[in-house]
Nanobody, 124 residues
Framework: QVQLVESGGGLVQAGGSLRVSCAAS????????MGWFRQAPGKEREFVAA????????YYADSVKGRFTISRDNAKNTVYLQMNSLKPEDTAVYYC?????????????????WGQGTQVTVSS
């Protein structure tokens, strides 16, 4: 079965950094576009970043551009999200997702598989 398992969440002070990881299994990882989404209490799940399966193009929400970096290691079947200059409004559960096809990588319904999420809390 396909599994996406996030790790690395936790509590960090505003201005600090954190890296979350997502380890995938049960799929041909290199063929999937990988995305990160986040969801805060009472809010819709929102797109954070994506890295395309071919070419490695990276895309970011405006709210995180310049602060977050998405990367992947196909040999390890892992996608990462490096988060710098964290703000309290970044507090959310962060989810990774995998999409086999499609181009609307900012749209949750584009993704075939989801992890369970990891909590990131940024204190002021």
């Amino acid at each position: 079965q396909v599994q996406l398992v996030e790790s690395g969440g936790g509590l960090v002070q505003a201005g600090g950094s954190l890296r979350v990881s997502c380890a995938a299994s049960g799929l041909t990882f290199s063929l999937y576009t990988m995305g990160w989404f986040r969801q805060a209490p009472g809010k819709e799940r929102e797109f954070v970043a994506a890295i395309i399966w071919r070419g490695g193009g990276r895309y970011y929400a405006d709210s995180v551009k310049g602060r977050f970096t998405i990367s992947r290691d196909n040999a390890k079947n892992t996608v990462y999200l490096q988060m710098n200059s964290l703000k309290p409004e970044d507090t959310a559960v962060y989810y990774c997702a995998a999409a086999l096809h499609g181009s609307k990588w900012f749209f949750p319904k584009e993704y075939d598989y989801w992890g369970q999420g990891t909590q990131v809390t940024v204190s002021s």
